[in-house]
């Protein structure tokens, strides 16, 4: 064999790719079985699904033992393509984790469905956007982590769509699509300027090579950093592009609902991270003050969208959370914001991580009662939840604790301790303004969690309805609550990535 050939050769590590390659094949499974299945045993293909993702998770274990990378390219400098550090394994661990909750509110939501869901189509589906989240904190080159972006997008696409003569989810498909694709199309244009430049994408290259851009093509250099940073602000669903989140997460199945507010929001600041802080640590003064200025932007529009919300009369649960999920968005954009100006970026992005991880145990536990209580009021407003302490003490309690854990407050020890995490990397990298909006913001967001609180121990109108708990919705609930409450009891679980770091 010619040295040529011999350099061509790929040494795939399988283990580094084993929970990404599991996801995909449980999901050509779930597809190819739902072909021969006859319809009482098609619920079969949810447990298969279940138990895939689990599966998929426990082989992030024996990755833990040092980082790892395959796909390299040898030469004077190594360059690799898929890359397995505590970065990826942390994130994967937070995608396949709230795929798998979403997974389990799915099938009970399938069992109740009247407007018959396809189950072979939706765990497909659902299994390859899994898949393609799991690959994106991996990737270290721009082509693999658009392929991934996309991978994790367009099946979400279909599933918000997916309830045949829904008027509501068509038209959340259509501007989920729609923005998605002009994000997508944003994207790929920033992408191509910068290798028009640069002569590279992979993320280590183009950090060194970004800042030695010959003049005449700096200002493409510059367009293309700033494209790249608008598609992935699309897809962080950052003000001003947030405005496909309320009607999709109404218009969607309330699991996927739930599963795009966590993993589909992980995608995209991950996506984010690695652009800006591995690829473009140079082009900071340009990416650090727009993202703070987004991060202002977002969490304001997000809270007070919420506040506008709790103001009507029947208003929706899943819309309140829709808002809720804008301005904890830009919570999330402030470490990496302060990435820019701080001398330890890796303790800022960590700070992020941290706050993520928060944030899906849950927001998902959220979204669970919602789909508790969502299983005997159709419209799911928040009104259907005063009195839930009366008929499901438990439940109202988890729900209340979990909110909680979004504003902020005791016993949501966790909320409370990422909050101040994420206020000090915005004081200590001098973002003292970003601080003070972020202040304003919580006391604004103390609003609404503590009107939906209130409500949950207020005398039921009208003779209470009991709540019946599905054993998957018993799961969900009781994962999401004991992660809460662990977190709360041990907070340095997660905080401790402020400190350490990731990368």
């Known amino acids: 064999m010619s040295p040529l050939a011999a350099s061509a050769v790929q040494s795939v590590d399988w283990l580094a790719l084993a929970p990404t390659v599991l996801t995909a094949a449980v999901g050509l499974v779930v597809l190819v079985a739902d072909l021969f299945l006859t319809e ?28 790892r990378a395959t796909f390299c390219r040898e030469g004077s400098t190594r360059a690799c393509s898929y890359t397995v550090d505590t970065f990826t394994l942390v994130i994967q661990f937070l995608v396949l984790g709230g795929a798998l909750l979403a997974a389990l509110l799915s099938v009970t939501a399938l069992k109740d469905s009247d407007r018959g869901l396809p189950e072979g189509e939706y765990w497909f589906l659902l299994l390859s956007s899994a898949a393609g989240a799991a690959l994106l904190p991996a990737s270290r080159d721009l082509a693999t982590l658009v392929v991934a972006l996309e991978v994790a997008s367009l099946p979400a696409f279909a599933l918000v769509g997916l309830r045949h003569g829904d008027r509501k989810s068509s038209e959340a498909a259509l501007k989920f699509f729609l923005s998605s694709v002009t994000a997508t199309a944003v994207t790929l244009m920033g992408v191509s300027f910068l290798y028009a430049t640069t002569g590279t994408l992979y993320l280590t290259e183009l950090a060194g090579r970004v800042q030695h851009v010959d003049g005449q093509f700096h200002t493409l250099a510059q367009a293309g ?20 989140v309320p009607d999709t997460y109404v218009g969607a199945p309330l699991p996927i609902a739930a599963y795009l507010s966590v993993v589909g929001k992980a995608v995209g600041f991950t996506g984010l991270i690695l652009v800006t802080v591995v690829a473009l640590p140079s082009y900071a003064d340009v990416w650090g003050p727009a993202l703070a200025a987004l991060a202002a932007l977002t969490m304001t529009v997000g809270n007070v969208g919420a506040l506008r919300q709790s103001a009507t009369r029947a208003y929706s649960a899943v819309r309140l959370l829709a808002w809720s999920s804008v301005g904890q968005a830009g919570y999330l954009l402030v470490p990496i914001a302060a990435a820019a100006y701080s001398k330890d970026t890796d303790r800022a992005v960590g700070s992020t991580v941290a706050y993520a991880l928060m944030y899906a145990a849950v927001n998902l536990g959220a979204f669970a009662v919602a789909a508790l209580v969502g ?64 202040a304003v913001n919580v006391v604004i967001a103390l609003f609404y969690y503590l009107k939906w609180t209130a409500l949950l121990f207020r005398a039921p109108d009208g003779d209470p309805v009991r709540h019946p708990l599905p054993a998957p919705l018993t799961a969900a609930l009781a994962l999401t609550g004991v992660v809460g409450i662990a977190l709360s009891g041990a907070p340095q679980l997660v905080l401790r990535f402020s400190d350490t770091g990731l990368f």
């Open 40 to 67: 009482s045993r098609k619920p079969l293909l949810g447990w298969v699904s279940v138990a895939g993702l689990a599966a998929a998770g426990l082989l992030l274990l024996p990755l833990l033992d040092g980082d």
């Open 225 to 244: 950093v700033v494209l790249t940073l608008v598609g992935f602000a699309f897809k962080t669903a950052a003000v001003p592009f947030h405005f496909w």
């Open 375 to 438: 299983r005997a009021h159709a419209r799911n407003r928040v009104a259907d939840y005063r009195g839930l302490y009366a008929t499901n003490p438990l439940t109202a309690l988890l729900l209340a604790f979990f909110l909680l854990c979004l504003a902020g407050l005791p016993p949501g020890v966790i909320g409370l301790f990422a909050k101040v995490t994420v206020f000090s990397a915005a004081v200590d990298a001098g973002l003292g303004w970003l601080a003070v909006v972020m």
